[in-house]
């Protein structure tokens, strides 16, 4: 075989084909297979030859067709323009047909046979083959892989046992030994087992005693080259040190490759060098870590200049030189960073003479610029070679505008970059320097119309333009009129107008856009509308029935609420050819400036209360997040926002949609995958924390505080970023903490935030939440102090440069810190006249800045304060008049600014915070005037009683002594005798601007109507006005004589006054049916809107009313109040008990709702989840009041007799009365005998000391008992009659009697109506007392006149009696 062997090499020698001795080496090598040959170390190289050359004889053919394409080219992959690539090289491999394939696969298994053989001889019979022989099997075997497309994993272990077996030798020619190293370095590399590589890389480069030739220089470069790869490789976990390392052998590998005159080696380094950098030259710490590097990489690009290879001098590719210019650029960039201006100049004087393209030499030339611009040298010169290019030249004269520190520099440079540009085409670019313009007129404080000028400039720029770019205007026109806005400031009309204007050019960008996306879409392209039940569906089916895009674009405010717009129009608006109306990436240059533009429009229209506007803009911002800025927390931020503001104009059925939508969203799945990817999208983390910051506030608003906690902890995970981001997340958190109630936790958030100088906005919010969280710890007087020093410390830093902002912040800070002072009463050094003063002139402040709707919540707190701080009569009749003045006021702004809202929206189908704000306050000053005209109202009648029992010269007397009251009361009595026609008018043009208002502010309308006409009713009749007076205090002192006969020395009355009296009695008739019918429509509407307090008030009025003439159904009325009344304390009682359980955090969305929802008045919880809580909780359907009472009497057994005891508010009334007996239900027990209860009604004067007094005494008598019981049990004592515990029988008896006492003038008015039972019938009836939660402490069942009774037990109300 060794002779066959010397004639095959000899004819392979003489240029013989491999292919034509198959035929004899096939059988040869499956001779030398069978033959064991492992055994033999001679005959294992023979088959390991034949193998070699089977393998080329088979695949001979297609190896020469292979070698006549495209050669592969390991270089790495950079750019034209430099910018990185991905290190490693690509091998432009050929296509493979199938009968080439099979005999490449033919091939390997003769050289996979051959190379199992040979591991085999050195693991079992410890036999090493040579080197050289060995390493062409792996050569070839390594390309038919690499031909196959067939990967090389690293288990194979190809290159490790190559490895093991060369460590095995001793070498004699080390230039071999630093080939073969080499080689499997490169090998080792290919199979991407770096450790590996950068082991044999090493020992090639440790390989002493070669011969210093082209060859070995060429072979040290490959390495160096092949080690700095494997440890760049290996680097990914940001080792600084091994990345250095790596670096540093690129670096070597170019001084190799220079010995070596291998140019494509310096350069092939030069660029994995600057690949691998690029992430460093973002910071200045990564600019300084290799600019030595640079330095000496810069000398070896140079050194190539001029030299000459194979006779031509050797040529750099462009990609080549813009590296050049890119390392240049960042030696100069680090001068800029250390601020050696005079250095930068010089580098950049000396880089410019050997840059040949203009390109390079414009970068290097920009930095001698800027260096110049520091240096204040003159740059007249430096810029007439940029004359020709009107962009670059604006673009230069932009950046020096940035460098200089001198103002006046600044505005000469800004100005010329605008003029530079001439061109129809630099139109766009000319405005956005005209913005950077105004931005920086803006910040030094020039005058409005400086300002506005150039932007007018711009707007006329925009509207010149005559090209393809439509919405390209309109996006520039909204963005100019935003500015102009802006720049007036909030209040004035040049705000409104622009506003309104930027909202117009917004709405008519999203019109048109979606108008183009129909004309592109196909014909059966749908438009999903919102999920809601306004929505139609199919009656089979149930599917939801879509529209065509030419009838889904929406046109009134509702239909832009319940606007959904689908993935179905954002895909044409992506993927489609649009005209020039649509919204894409090449008419909306920068999106995300669009978006923050559109949210302050936003901002400012919910603010000038212009809400419904605010849906167009919305939609926009839909399209701008999903499709072109592509954050889909974002586009969750906008939804939650629509969420918000369909709450606040109370559109409930789109509000139900967006709440589902949040509620089904996966916020967190959506922020965590978006935290994860942040960092290899475009999307940096910074951006991401501020829009995750950006969900939590508006989730915060909309008291979702566990989805608030989680969007905050997701900016926390997005990295602490900044010092400013950790005071951020800081005051984050304080402030959730403290609307969660976790004092505590607020203050430790609040103290970590370090007092180091802050934003004026951001010291701003920080006194806000510190204020708050005082104020909820109970410390008022610290909480108005911090007020006062974060207004002072304001008022210091207020200058031109943001005096419209720091004026609004000190407005509203000014107005908390009035609000602070007297709401708590914490007035310290200050008079009634100076806080009185304070609250008017924080008022003026906020109406000055705009901020209408928060003037009137001060203008509220201080009528309030108004009323309540006084002493006296007189003091309390000045009071009245000076708060209706304010009110009289604030109604004039009120009347203006309605008149604006409504002369912009059209609609009245919505209900608007700011508009309900002024309604609010226009129905406060009509309160206040009732509550004045029925002081009066019930004076004058007292005073018609009286003067009717008293002779001419008593009334002329008193009438004289009047005048000598003080002026105060004169002008009070003076302005009620005509307030109540004014007060009638003014209400009844309320009610014609409230056609879509809220329950709360509806019934209230209703409520005062009604209480207006009854003081006119009783100003009518003071005489039975009088006689209802004297009932009530009959029954108060216990008489049971009949009603006193007022007229019985009345005189027989003439014809003409008989005429008269009747129809006195008739215009009161009226104004009594009147009267029943608003305060029956007030109590209604209150009740479906769950207003149970204004329900209470306007039952308890009609009882009033009522309970002279038909008892039956004032009994109703005192019932539905009682209800109201005990739902209202029964509510709140579960929502404190939910607030204190430790387990509130795993409450339902629904549950966590309601404990962050108002605890008084109108409940505004979204009806997704009260409905949700009606269906899953008993008690919250008991705590719903029926708007019949009677109907859920009718239900009760019929020997049921339901007696109510229920004080009024300000427990100065006790009320009392028997219902009528029940007869539609079965009766409990023994069937009673026929019974006919008339239902009977009272009301009786009581003192609230006295009721005080008596539930002390009840309660003491609790405490002693509970105490007894406790050490009863604690002793073991049975529970007998010891002589202990007749003290406490004692005190029992004496409470029982005085709860009689106390309760007798209702209850001996009662008992008339209550049964009469003898022994027999005892056990058949039952008693059932529906008391207040006052008398529910005292002993009622033992009263004496529910002794006869053997069933007597009590409840709330007659509403949670009846879901008993």
């Not at 027999?1320 to 008398?1335: F, K, N, P, S, T």
């Amino acid at each position: 075989m060794t002779c066959m062997w010397n004639v095959v090499v000899q004819f392979v020698t003489v240029g013989g084909d491999e292919s034509k001795l198959l035929q004899h080496v096939e059988p040869t090598l499956q001779i030398l297979q069978n033959m064991d040959s492992k055994r033999d170390l001679r005959m294992c190289e023979l088959q390991v030859r034949y193998s070699c050359l089977a393998a080329k004889g088979i695949v001979n053919l297609w190896l020469l067709k292979s070698s006549q394409q495209t050669s592969a080219s390991v270089l790495p992959a950079v750019s034209a323009g430099g910018k990185k690539g991905k290190g490693k090289g690509k091998l432009t491999e050929s296509a493979v047909n199938v009968d080439e394939a099979n005999d490449y696969k033919r091939a390997l298994v003769w050289l996979e046979q051959t190379r199992d053989t040979v591991v085999e001889c050195y693991t079992v019979e410890e036999k090493l083959i040579s080197v050289r022989i060995y390493s062409e099997l792996l050569h070839i075997w390594v390309q038919y892989k690499t031909l196959l497309h067939q990967t090389i994993g690293k288990d194979f272990g190809v290159a490790m046992e190559v490895a093991s077996l060369m460590e095995q030798c001793s070498w004699e020619e080390k230039d071999f030994e630093l080939q073969v190293w080499t080689c499997l370095g490169g090998l080792a590399a290919k199979q991407e087992d770096y450790s590996l590589s950068e082991k044999c890389c090493r020992t090639a480069i440790d390989v002493k005693g070669y011969k210093k030739t082209r060859r070995t220089s060429t072979l040290l470069a490959e390495a160096w080259y092949l080690l700095g790869s494997a440890l760049l490789a290996d680097s990914i976990t940001d080792s600084w040190p091994m990345l250095n390392t790596g670096l540093d052998a690129l670096l070597n590998c170019t001084r190799y490759g220079i010995e070596s005159d291998g140019h494509h080696l310096v350069i092939r380094a030069v660029r994995r060098f600057w690949n691998e950098v690029q992430p460093l030259l973002t910071s200045v710490d990564g600019r300084s870590s290799v600019s030595t590097q640079i330095t000496h990489l810069l000398k070896s690009i140079s050194s190539l200049r001029g030299r000459k290879l194979n006779g031509s001098e050797v040529s750099l590719e462009e990609s080549d030189l813009d590296t050049h210019a890119g390392f240049l650029a960042v030696l100069l960039q680090l001068q800029a960073d250390r601020g050696n201006w005079q250095q930068c100049l010089q580098e950049a004087d000396d880089a410019a003479k050997y840059l040949t393209k203009p390109s390079h030499r414009l970068i290097v030339h920009r930095y001698r610029i800027l260096a110049c611009a520091k240096l204040g040298k003159l740059l007249s010169m430096d810029f007439v070679k940029y004359i020709n290019d009107e962009k670059e030249l604006s673009a230069l004269w932009k950046m020096v505008a940035i460098a200089t520190s001198d103002k006046l520099w600044q505005f000469n440079a800004l100005q010329k970059a605008v003029s530079a540009l001439r061109a129809p085409t630099s139109c766009w670019l000319k405005v956005d320097y005209i913005f950077d313009l105004v931005d920086w007129l803006q910040a030094e404080g020039f005058p409005v119309n400086t300002i506005t000028q150039q932007l007018q400039w711009a707007i006329s720029i925009v509207i010149d333009v005559q090209d393809e770019t439509c919405s390209r205007q309109l996006d520039y026109l909204m963005r100019a009129n935003a500015l102009i806005a802006s720049v007036h400031g909030f209040g004035t009309d040049q705000h409104r107008q622009h506003l309104l204007l930027a909202v117009g050019f917004a709405t008519k960008l999203i019109k048109m856009s979606l108008k183009a996306a129909t004309m592109t879409a196909p014909e059966n392209m749908r438009v999903k509308a919102v999920k809601s039940t306004t929505v139609p569906h199919d009656s089979k089916s149930g599917a939801i029935l879509q529209k065509k895009i030419s009838e889904a674009i929406p046109s009134t405010t509702i239909e832009w609420a319940e606007f959904a717009i689908s993935d179905d129009v954002l895909d044409v608006l992506d993927n489609s050819v649009l005209e020039s109306s649509a919204i894409s990436l090449e008419t909306i240059l920068n999106p995300r400036l669009s978006f923050d533009v559109l949210s302050s429009l936003i901002d400012s229209l919910q603010d000038v209360g212009l809400t419904p506007l605010c849906f167009p803009l919305l939609t926009l911002q839909q399209v701008l997040a999903s499709r072109l800025i592509g954050l889909k927390p974002l586009s969750v931020f906008v939804s939650l926002k629509i969420l918000k503001i369909c709450q606040d104009l109370h559109l409930l059925k789109a509000a139900d949609y967006w709440s589902e939508y949040v509620k089904l969203a996966g916020l967190t799945a959506d922020t965590t995958a978006s935290i994860k990817v942040a960092a290899a999208t475009k999307h940096s983390l910074p951006e991401l924390q501020e829009v995750m910051l950006m969900q939590m506030d508006v989730l915060t608003e909309l008291n979702y505080y566990p989805m608030a906690r989680q969007c905050l902890e997701a900016a926390a995970s997005c990295g602490s970023g900044t010092t400013l981001m950790q005071e951020r997340l800081l005051l984050k958190r304080a402030r959730l903490a403290l609307l969660e109630g976790i004092i505590p936790d607020a203050f430790g958030y609040l103290n970590a935030i370090p007092k180091t100088k802050k934003s004026k906005k951001f010291f701003a919010e920080y006194i806000t939440v510190y204020a708050d969280t005082l104020l909820a710890a109970g410390e008022c007087s610290q909480a108005a102090r911090a007020i006062a020093d974060g207004i002072k410390a304001l008022v210091a830093k207020h200058s031109g440069m943001e005096a419209q902002q720091l004026d609004i912040l000190i407005a509203t800070l000014s107005a908390k810190h009035a609000c602070v002072i007297a709401q708590t009463a914490q007035h310290g050094d200050l008079t009634r006249t100076e806080i009185s003063s304070l609250l008017h002139e924080s008022t003026a402040r906020l109406v000055k800045v705009g901020h209408v709707s928060n003037a009137f919540d001060v203008t509220r707190i201080h009528a309030k304060y108004l009323l309540h701080y006084r002493s006296n009569e007189t003091s309390m009749h000045q009071a009245q008049l000076e708060a209706r003045c304010l009110l009289e006021a604030a109604c004039e702004v009120a009347d203006g600014f309605l008149q604006e809202v409504f002369s912009v929206v059209k609609s009245n189908d919505v209900q608007i915070p700011a508009v309900l704000k002024a309604m609010q306050i226009k129905l406060d000053h009509c309160s206040l005037s009732l509550e004045m005209l029925e002081m009066w109202t019930k004076n004058f009648v007292k005073q018609s009683v009286e003067k009717s029992k008293k002779d001419l010269v008593q009334v002329i007397l008193e009438e004289y002594t009047e005048r000598e009251k003080p002026e105060s009361v004169i002008e009070w009595n003076c302005l009620c005798r005509t307030l109540g026609d004014a007060t009638l008018c003014n209400l009844l043009n309320i009610e014609k601007q409230m056609k879509h208002c809220t329950p709360a502010l509806k019934s209230r309308l209703y409520l005062l109507l009604g209480k207006c006409k009854r003081l006119a009713y009783m100003k009518e009749t003071p005489q039975e006005e009088s006689s209802r007076a004297t009932r009530a205090v009959q029954y108060s002192t216990g008489s049971q004589s009949e009603d006193l006969d007022c007229g019985s020395n009345a005189h027989k009355v003439p014809s003409m006054e008989k005429f008269k009296m009747v129809k006195q009695f008739i215009i009161s008739q009226q104004l009594l049916i009147d009267a029943s019918n608003h305060l029956q429509e007030a109590c209604s509407i209150a009740l479906d809107g769950k207003c149970l307090e204004i329900a209470a008030i306007a039952a308890l009025d009609l009882f009033d009313l009522h309970y002279n003439y038909d008892e039956k159904l004032a009994g109703i009325y005192l019932a539905l109040y009682q209800s109201c009344q005990a739902s209202r304390v029964l509510y709140d009682t579960l929502q404190g008990s939910m607030k204190n359980a430790p387990t509130t955090t795993l409450l339902s969305t629904a549950m966590q709702v309601l404990l962050n929802t108002s605890s008084s008045g109108e409940r505004t919880m979204p009806k997704l989840y009260s409905d949700e809580l009606e269906q899953k909780h008993h008690a919250f359907r008991v705590l719903e009041v029926s708007s019949q009472p009677s109907l859920l009497l009718r239900d009760l057994p019929s020997n049921f007799t339901v007696i109510i005891l229920q004080h009024s508010a300000d427990r100065s009334y006790l009320y009392g009365g028997v219902l009528e007996k029940p007869s539609g239900g079965k009766a409990v027990g023994k069937q009673p005998a026929e019974t006919s209860t008339q239902p009977i009604m009272c009301k009786v004067e009581t003192d609230a000391k006295r009721l005080e007094a008596l539930l002390s005494h009840a309660r003491q008598l609790t405490e002693q008992l509970d105490k007894y019981l406790q050490q009863s049990a604690y002793h073991g004592q049975t529970f007998v009659m010891p002589d202990e515990i007749s003290s406490l029988l004692l005190e029992y008896n004496e409470l029982i009697n005085a709860t009689d006492t106390y309760l007798q003038p209702v209850i001996s008015r009662l008992s008339k109506a209550l049964p009469s039972v003898d022994a027999e019938q005892r056990e058949e009836e039952c008693v059932v007392l529906l008391a207040d939660g006052y008398l529910l402490e005292l002993p009622l069942e033992k009263l004496q006149a529910f002794d006869v009774y053997s069933s007597v037990s009590r409840d709330f109300s007659l509403q949670v009696l009846h879901h008993r």
